[in-house]
């Protein structure tokens, strides 16, 4: 089945050290995204890359990074992770365009001790 | 600009009773909306989505939702609630400053009492 994938699933690291989740897509989508989400919240958009353009929102912190080195792959790094980017992180993808379905992964929890 | 808001951070009901989760949109065109349901540490998954080609929207686990544009709503139902229904629901529209992105609710929890 065509989907998206995201691993690890968990993610344990330790403050300040440098992690790195990954997903992959084999929906041969256009777009892809990286959400944080807070327990009890709704996702919130990082950045998405459309092809290989890079789209950041403009309150994404600069310890957020992201890198897409072909249609399928796209890496979400952390710098120098906090306490406070423990969340769950979600990849998604879509054909790009007005009212495009967007398809999530099944999501990485990162854990920062 | 485009936004949505669910009514209710939390709504439980029997099981067998009927479901209704809120959500109210403002946008200044013809929006595509959307529902979608998370299970406990897993990702988003769609449950419904329209289009404008039917005001009754059907969508996957006997749920449906009605696009009234007078009332600006799109709720979302399901006749008769079952134990596995128990998620977090988002509603979302398209965000039409960027066609590839969408703006989530706030998320409703569903709870089922047996």
């Known amino acids: 089945d065509a989907m998206v994938i995201q691993n690890p699933r968990y993610q344990v690291t330790q403050f300040g050290k440098p992690v790195t989740l990954s997903c992959s897509q084999t929906?041969?989508?256009?777009?892809m995204y990286w959400y944080q989400q807070k327990s009890s919240q709704a996702p919130k958009l990082l950045f998405h890359y459309y092809d290989k353009d890079f789209n950041n929102e403009a309150d994404t912190p600069d310890n957020f990074q992201s890198r897409r080195p072909n249609t399928s792959f796209c890496f979400l790094d952390i710098r120098s992770p906090g306490l406070g980017d423990a969340a769950m992180y979600l990849c998604?993808?879509?054909?790009?365009?007005?009212?495009?379905?967007?398809?999530f992964g099944p999501g990485t929890r990162l854990l920062v001790l | 600009a485009q936004s949505v808001t669910q009514l209710g951070s939390h709504v439980s009901v029997s099981e067998g009773a009927l479901v209704l989760l809120r959500c109210n949109y403002s946008s200044s065109v013809p929006p595509y909306l959307f529902w979608y349901v998370q299970y406990p540490n897993q990702g988003l998954q769609l449950l419904l989505k329209?289009?404008?080609?039917?005001?009754l929207v059907k969508g996957i686990n006997g749920f449906e939702a009605e696009f009234k544009k007078s009332e600006t709503s799109f709720h979302l139902t399901k006749p008769s609630a079952h134990m596995s229904d128990a998620a977090e629901y988002f509603c979302a529209v398209t965000d039409y400053s960027s066609a590839s992105k969408i703006i989530f609710g706030s998320g409703t929890r569903l709870s089922i009492r047996p």
């Open positions: 998604a993808t879509s054909r790009g365009g007005n009212g495009e379905t967007q398809y």
């Open positions: 329209y289009t404008s080609a039917a005001t």
């Open positions: 929906l041969n989508h256009n777009v």
